[in-house]
């Protein structure tokens, strides 16, 4: 994020004081499951990084305080409103509320806005992807801070430095010299891949927010695809796919003692075989979805790009899952080939030396069947127990209100 157009501040000479003329309570107003684990990680850490990079004449207090906030119907200024409540509330200073779900604006793509009126700042999560998230996060939470910090002077202390009014018009000219409070990764880790908006923007002005960020292009929504997937946790459809694996594995055991897959597996060639593989697991993400009722329509209550969105997320986190499960499979059939089948019958029959790379190929096509078979153990499961699993909690909670307005429109 630019630092543009906001005023600078000096660098200052390390000060021995150990104590501050103020205060400034900051609180973090996280959405449950992810955003609240991340906020309460790097919450401890930021006290210290602020008095390093936003203002050392104030101590900071920092809060975490969980709220479901709303679902996608409300548009970023009404959350910022409501983060505004709550800051009045809790009796904060400053408030920076983070957001596992995407916001578009006028056509953009929102990392974040910035509100002075409300002195609250909002970080969609999403954007910033899924590597390095936390770090990302805690990154983009100090900026958001510091442009609130640096457009609200009456949190400042008392007794500024005296030589800061003429050192402000000064700073920017003086080469290879940086404002003590920008963090040092900046320019590398978080500025490029986003773009600073700034009034005479009519959205912006219309609802009263400061600076806007946005993640334009391709780029930009390939990370928000991503960080969207992460949200979801398709790890942790494991358990609850259970019965699938099982009928899974058991369909490959049984492949694996019928010579004439032998056969058949040495015969194919690799492109049939990655052939196989890519359609078993498509079947597989198809059946799921459509088994458990995955797959959303367009509602009154939402767009259609949104739910474009929504049911191209669903698509991935089901095939990063089924990926998943798919990798394991295959690692413990291919251990079942290695013990259970007889070296010499299985030369016997494919009629020439066999290695290692017989088996794996043996193991790959008994996987690719038996994923077809763990397709209807899938369908075992409860849909509320997959869709727990498949989806964080925002989304649950836009899915579950979504179904309950669609419920009282029909009635």
Not at 63 to 71: A, E, I, K, N, Y
Not at 169 to 191: F, K, T, Y
Not at 321 to 326: G, P, T
Not at 327 to 335: G, N
Request: with cysteine.
């Amino acid at each position: 994020m630019s630092d543009e157009g906001r005023a600078r501040r000096p660098e200052e000479a390390p000060s021995t004081r150990t104590t501050h003329d103020s205060c400034v309570a900051l609180g973090l107003i996280p959405a449950p499951d992810i955003p609240e684990k991340i906020a309460k990680e790097f919450a401890t850490e930021l006290p210290e990084l602020l008095s390093r990079h936003v203002d050392d004449r104030v101590s900071w207090d920092v809060s975490v305080v969980v709220d479901p906030l709303t679902g996608t119907d409300r548009e970023s200024p009404e959350i910022l409103d409501v983060c505004h409540e709550r800051l009045q509330q809790e009796g904060w200073d400053l408030a920076v509320r983070l957001t596992d779900l995407p916001v578009y604006r006028s056509g953009r793509l929102v990392v974040a806005d910035v509100s002075a009126q409300r002195k609250v700042a909002g970080l969609s999560l999403p954007v910033l992807g899924a590597t390095r998230l936390r770090p990302r996060a805690r990154e983009a939470t100090l900026q958001l801070v510091d442009e609130l910090y640096a457009r609200i002077p009456e949190l400042g202390p008392d007794d500024p430095a005296p030589e800061a009014e003429e050192s402000d018009a000064g700073a920017s000219d003086l080469p290879g010299q940086r404002p003590q409070r920008l963090v040092e990764r900046r320019p590398v880790e978080l500025v490029a891949p986003f773009r600073r908006v700034e009034p005479p923007d009519d959205d912006m002005k219309n609802t009263n927010v400061d600076a806007r960020f946005a993640s334009p292009g391709v780029r930009g929504h390939l990370r928000l695809w991503a960080g969207m997937v992460f949200a979801n946790r398709p790890w942790k459809l494991f358990p609850s796919f259970k019965r699938a694996l099982a009928a899974a594995f058991a369909t490959g055991a049984y492949v694996l003692v019928i010579p004439t897959i032998w056969g058949v597996a040495n015969s194919v060639g690799w492109a049939r075989l990655l052939g196989l593989m890519v359609a078993a697991n498509v079947v597989m993400v198809v059946w799921v979805i459509l088994a458990h009722h995955l797959w959303e329509r367009p509602s009154a209550r939402e767009a259609r790009h949104w739910t474009a969105l929504y049911n191209g997320v669903t698509v991935l986190t089901m095939t990063v899952a089924v990926l998943l499960a798919y990798a394991a499979l295959f690692a413990l059939i291919f251990l079942a080939a290695w013990v259970f089948v007889p070296g010499n019958y299985f030369q016997s029959t494919l009629r020439h030396p066999i290695g290692p790379a017989d088996y794996l190929i043996l193991a790959w096509m008994a996987t690719s069947l038996a994923t077809v078979a763990g397709a209807l153990g899938a369908s075992l499961e409860h849909e509320d127990t997959v869709r727990q699993a498949a989806y964080g909690y925002r989304q649950r909670r836009r899915q579950e209100a979504n179904e309950s307005e669609d419920g009282s429109d029909t009635r």
